[in-house]
């Protein structure tokens, strides 16, 4: 199974490397993509990344935030207002197994319309954004509706990476990746009642 | 005051970016800083970043870890068999508020001698091997013996960071960087009884 986690400029860079490690070490073949072509892309703090994968060839997809509350100059807003990101990311969802996203990565699927009548999270600081573009938003570390799974902000990421390990490889696997991590799962993982 | 966080080929992700991610957010100045000179430097899982800063203008370095259990070509075991990291980190220590590890970043610190007659932790895998050259290998998630501060495996690093951001601004901005990241501390974290 082939994740690709998208970066581009401006990314926050915890909503990236959480997941990361966590579905890398649970043996995922995982790539950083970029959004249209390969090239350096430079996060929000400044960390500049050569990036040789670009999005499209994923059977799930995870996206990060970073700059949608100050509406950043570069960030997931700039993505947003730009289109070919979230325009990408409609026309992937049919092939994908899942889209994924970290903090305010999930305003940019909710943006795209990615999201419409589903139950999500994001940043506690962008849950009053997120309200109008889903059918509910929920307060937990990790929703899982389905075909969409969405974390909260910054370090839930940790957390999205563990879950998508149990729910793709089991929750004995998942427990393994926790420890050898040393990262004790933090919060609570919601799921769509239509898929119990 | 400036952190410099080191980057070498092997190193592993989230032993860099967890540490980077709670000491940016506390307002200090952070740089991924190479060992010699600018360049591309691939970490353990091949991420290529270009690193314009080199260690040593520093008031504090963070050394991470990354194949040191499995003797890896490239990473912290590496960098301890080719002696310039380590000769660099004793040159710089006595001019440096501390040095502080994550995961086997702190095999590095101990096999150059800086944590002998010190309490330390690393990587659980790594505590029989840690265990000759310190005082005394201490179990806990953040070990502080004054000018050397060492933390566990792999997301310890967040609690590194977070507790030198204790240390340094106090405890309301450290609660404070915990929550924008929401992250809620693990473990615990050990002082030197002479400090106290």
Same mark, same amino acid.
């Given at each position: 199974?082939?994740?690709?986690i ?18 890398? *070490? ?23 990344? @050569? ?9 799930g ?8 509350? %100050?509406?950043?100059? &570069?960030? *997931? ?9 979230? @325009? ?7 092939n ?13 699927l909710?943006? /795209?319309?990615?999201l ?6 994001? %940043?506690? %600081? ?13 307060? &937990? ?29 089991? *929750?004995?696997? /998942?427990?393994?990746? *926790? ?18």
């Amino acid at each position: 199974m082939r994740i690709e986690i998208v970066v581009f400029d401006g990314f926050d860079e915890i909503d990236v490397f959480g997941p990361f490690e966590a579905l890398s *070490s649970a043996g995922f073949q995982v790539a950083l993509a970029a959004v249209e072509r390969p090239g350096v892309v430079v996060s929000m703090r400044g960390v500049s990344l @050569n990036v040789s994968a670009v999005l499209g060839e994923a059977d799930g997809v995870v996206v990060p935030g970073g700059g949608w509350l %100050n509406h950043a100059e &570069e960030g *997931s807003w700039a993505q947003a207002q730009r289109k070919v990101l979230p @325009n990408r990311l409609v026309e992937l969802a049919p092939n994908t197994r899942w889209l994924a996203s970290v903090c305010t990565g999930t305003m940019l699927l909710a943006t /795209a319309g990615l999201l419409t009548g589903r139950h999500a999270t994001t %940043n506690h %600081n962008a849950f009053d954004e997120l309200a109008p573009h889903v059918a509910e938003v929920i307060d &937990e570390r990790v929703v899982d509706d389905g075909d969409r799974i969405t974390a909260g902000g910054l370090t839930a990421g940790l957390d999205l990476g563990l879950w998508i390990t149990e729910r793709e490889l089991g *929750s004995e696997r /998942a427990d393994q990746v *926790s420890r050898s991590m040393e990262y004790e799962r933090q919060g609570r993982v919601w799921h769509a009642p239509k898929r119990r």
